[in-house]
């Protein structure tokens, strides 16, 4: 039973596009959520984070965007740039608990 | 700043050797945990520590076991290693409860089992 889906496995966008990468969930509890990078033979570096009674955070090139009634979250790169190629990985955090529980992970790809 | 160290980077083990992985932080965090990655798996927790002397399990424990004697190390341990240990296994840690505080993370420990 997953509680955070990142349906797409991969992504390729083109440099200076936008890259979208999305992440569902479906406990309606969770406080927060968070998204992290991670480079190959390197551990996932924080990237930015909104709480479930907000919508939107930015943060510089990164915005993240929340649906709650769908259960959705989003996080915008604006412009992609192909340093930005990694993977992405979305997370809640888990209330009543001290754990986080966090998706699959959506390649990104930006190409030069 | 180390942040979060993982020793070793790299091990090969036989089925059915132990090891013990050490994860240090030097952020003065009360709460570490371990991870594996698997591909198309995301990132599992095994077992989690919320300060020194602490430990509870995770998603996936077995198999593993944890000790957290000094609130700085936080210890994997496999006792009989399986080849379904293969993994690359991460150590994190964070300040506190509150969920806006990131976890940061290891550079992982890539395990092989033969």
């Known amino acids: 039973d997953q509680q955070v889906k990142q349906n797409s496995p991969s992504l390729s966008v083109q440099e200076g596009r936008i890259s979208i990468l999305n992440c569902d969930y479906t406990n309606s509890m969770f406080d927060y959520f968070l998204w992290y990078k991670k480079y190959p033979a390197e551990g996932p570096t924080f990237l930015i984070s909104i709480s479930s009674i907000k919508d939107k955070n930015e943060d510089g090139r990164f915005t993240v965007f929340l649906n709650k009634s769908a259960k959705h979250l989003s996080l915008h790169i604006v412009p992609s740039q192909p340093g930005d190629s990694a993977v992405y990985f979305c997370?809640?955090?888990?209330?009543?608990?001290?754990?986080?529980?966090f998706g699959t992970g959506t390649r990104l790809k930006v190409l030069a | 700043n180390a942040g979060v160290t993982q020793t070793p980077k790299f091990r090969v083990l036989k089925t059915g050797q132990s090891m013990t992985l050490l994860c240090a932080q030097d952020m003065n965090h009360e709460y570490m945990y371990w991870y594996r990655q698997d591909p198309g798996m995301g990132l599992r927790l095994i077992h989690y520590?919320?300060?020194?002397?602490?430990?509870a399990k995770g998603e996936v424990p077995d198999g593993y076991n944890v000790s957290r004697l000094k609130k700085q190390n936080f210890l994997l341990g496999l006792e009989s290693a399986a080849p379904s240990q293969t993994s690359v296994y991460f150590c994190a840690s964070t300040t506190g409860r509150a969920g806006n505080q990131p976890q940061h993370f290891g550079d992982g420990t890539r395990l092989s089992i033969l």
């Open positions: 520590s919320v300060g020194e002397g602490t430990t």
């Open positions: 997370a809640a955090d888990d209330t009543g608990t001290y754990k986080y529980i």
